[in-house]
């Protein structure tokens, strides 16, 4: 009996044993089909939370190699974005190098038969000069007197001024388009005559282009891009443009897509240098002579200013870099754009950039525009170039209308693309902050503190207290007598008084507010020919404020809490 028990308990035994999947190992348990069951139920919760615990480590493996993966990404773009950098710094130091290259001919570290050089150099090109403009100055009382009876000599000392100028170089054109934007300062005849320099001045040959397009791009540049139409479709005083497509994808840029290539003029430099030196010694010699205060119009020190603005120029990876910053500024802005520069074909004498449609600004100053298509460009074009100047502190210095194309964005909006960006001005925040306040008196119309800041800000002065004061009064007269007026509207009479009070007081003007002035000038030349009657105030004076708060902040945001302090105490005291 006690055999038959044991041998049916051995029997149970062996039905309940259950060999489960862990590792091939085999579990027993000894009862009833309830413990059966819960023993089983107890083996698999175990056997789950082993396969949580793989699960977690492969995750934990997985996730080390992706964060391994990403390390590795990151590495790269670090390495790519270093080489990008250098490649950056190293074209900076080449037109660097360019630009002290310009340098030397203001400098006076040179041996004896070097200096010789460099003025008998000068020499001849102011005979150059010389000889091209002596015809003109005979041939214009000429054609005064005749005018009514031989009409044919006034249009042939137009055309020989016009050639005279193309000729003289990069300095004389560009000073001849700023003037063709001024109908309010020069006669309608000479705005029409000399707007033909805005983007049709003379170009060169296609064999130079040819041997420029060899020399930075190489012998298969052909394989790259496509010019089909060897006439260039502008031509301006420092190079002239092709329209063509790429001939092959590279990067983000497909094939077939148009492009703008400009190429510089070769032997531009050499004009360039010699007309800056030029420029030096003569204003020079003006600021030397006794008696008529012509230093304190700051004269060589706009020369200068100008010489930093016109040498990058000469170099087209700076534009490239400019249009790069432009389309940062009015990236959120859908009616002002910028051509997209390419960068890895473009090189100190060949920019490519996108190819940009649209009609020339001067198209809606006809009488057959219509009314609100003039008004609405003439206040967008003034806006863009406050936003430039106010907010942005980085300035289109070349807005002759030859370089405003105009299009209707996606929304049918007339928008402006602004072209050839090579040339720009930037002041830096000091000299921002004083221009901005500057300009904020005057069209607050007081006077008085703007003729104080426009003292303190200057570099030299020799004005004596009482000078100064009457300086001072005088811009408050300015601004009393001509109350239907606002500074930004009439830049070009404001500047001229107020340079005829600087030399009177011997107060020395700063040249940047000289040449941010100017800058204005011509935009309000160009808005002046749309909408006369617009007032430039009301989209000015908003963002003169929002300038004044934004340097506001950023000075707040450099005082310590304890320079905090100490300006709140001190200001209680005051009180």
């Given at each position: 009996m006690l055999r038959s028990s044991t041998s049916m308990m051995s029997a149970a035994v062996r039905k309940s044993a259950y060999r489960l999947p862990n590792r091939g190992l085999s579990y027993s348990v000894i009862g009833g089909p309830s413990t059966v069951r819960t023993a089983k139920n107890v083996l698999l919760n175990r056997n789950a939370a082993g396969g949580i615990d793989r699960i977690l480590q492969r995750f934990k493996i997985g996730g080390e190699r992706l964060k391994l993966s990403r390390m590795i990404m990151l590495a790269l773009a670090a390495m790519a974005l270093e080489k990008q950098r250098q490649q950056a710094l190293q074209a900076n130091c080449e037109a660097l190098k360019q630009e002290r290259s310009l340098l030397d001919y203001e400098k006076n570290e040179m041996s004896y038969l070097q200096r010789l050089g460099r003025s008998l150099r000068a020499l001849r090109r102011i005979g150059v000069l010389t000889c091209l403009f002596i015809p003109a100055g005979v041939l214009m009382p000429v054609a005064y007197a005749t005018q009514n009876v031989a009409p044919r000599i006034s249009d042939v000392t137009w055309e020989y001024i016009l050639y005279g100028i193309e000729v003289a170089g990069p300095t004389f054109i560009k000073l001849s388009q700023w003037a063709s934007t001024r109908s309010d300062l020069f006669p309608a005849e000479f705005c029409l005559r000399f707007a033909r320099l805005q983007d049709a001045t003379r170009g060169h040959t296609w064999s130079a282009t040819e041997t420029t397009l060899i020399e930075q791009l190489g012998p298969d540049w052909d394989q790259k891009l496509e010019i089909d139409n060897k006439e260039p479709i502008g031509s301006g005083c420092i190079a002239q443009v092709y329209q063509g497509k790429m001939r092959a994808a590279t990067g983000m840029k497909k094939a077939g897509e148009e492009v703008a290539i400009k190429i510089v003029h070769p032997h531009i430099r050499e004009k360039v240098e010699l007309d800056f030196y030029i420029l030096n010694k003569l204003t020079r010699f003006l600021e030397s002579l006794p008696r008529f205060n012509f230093e304190y119009l700051a004269m060589s020190d706009s020369v200068e200013q100008f010489r930093q603005i016109m040498v990058p120029q000469l170099d087209l990876r700076c534009e490239a870099k400019n249009l790069e910053k432009f389309r940062i500024h009015f990236a959120e802005n859908n009616r002002v754009e910028f051509p997209e520069p390419f960068d890895h074909l473009t090189s100190s004498n060949i920019l490519v950039e996108g190819f940009c449609r649209g009609s020339r600004i001067m198209s809606y100053a006809t009488?057959?525009?219509?009314?609100?298509?003039?008004?609405?460009?003439?206040?967008?074009?003034?806006?863009?170039?406050?936003?430039?100047?106010?907010?942005?502190?980085?300035?289109?210095?070349?807005?002759?209308?030859?370089?405003?194309?105009?299009?209707?964005?996606?929304?049918?909006?007339?928008?402006?693309?602004?072209?050839?960006?090579?040339?720009?001005?930037?002041?830096?925040?000091?000299?921002?902050?004083?221009?901005?306040?500057?300009?904020?008196?005057?069209?607050?119309?007081?006077?008085?503190?703007?003729?104080?800041?426009?003292?303190?800000?200057?570099?030299?002065?020799?004005?004596?207290?009482?000078?100064?004061?009457?300086?001072?009064?005088?811009?408050?007269?300015?601004?009393?007598?001509?109350?239907?007026n606002n500074f930004l509207e009439k830049v070009g009479d404001y500047l001229a008084d107020i340079c005829d009070l600087a030399c009177r007081h011997k107060v020395k003007l700063e040249s940047k507010f000289i040449n941010a002035s100017l800058a204005v000038e011509i935009i309000e030349g160009l808005a002046c020919k749309l909408h006369p009657e617009m007032e430039v105030q009301k989209v000015a004076l908003p963002l003169v404020l929002k300038a004044e708060v934004m340097h506001g902040i950023r000075k707040a945001k450099d005082l310590s809490w304890g320079e905090w302090f100490t300006n709140l105490t001190g200001g209680a005291k005051q009180d």
């Open positions: 009488p057959g525009a219509k009314q609100q298509d003039r008004e609405d460009l003439a206040h967008l074009g003034v806006k863009t170039v406050m936003e430039m100047l106010f907010m942005y502190d980085f300035v289109h210095g070349d807005l002759h209308p030859g370089n405003i194309m105009v299009f209707r964005n996606k929304e049918n909006e007339l928008s402006m693309n602004l072209l050839d960006c090579g040339i720009c001005v930037e002041m830096g925040e000091s000299d921002h902050k004083n221009l901005i306040n500057i300009l904020g008196a005057f069209i607050k119309r007081d006077g008085l503190l703007a003729g104080k800041l426009m003292v303190d800000t200057a570099k030299h002065k020799n004005a004596t207290d009482d000078d100064v004061r009457l300086f001072c009064e005088g811009i408050q007269k300015i601004c009393s007598d001509d109350l239907d």
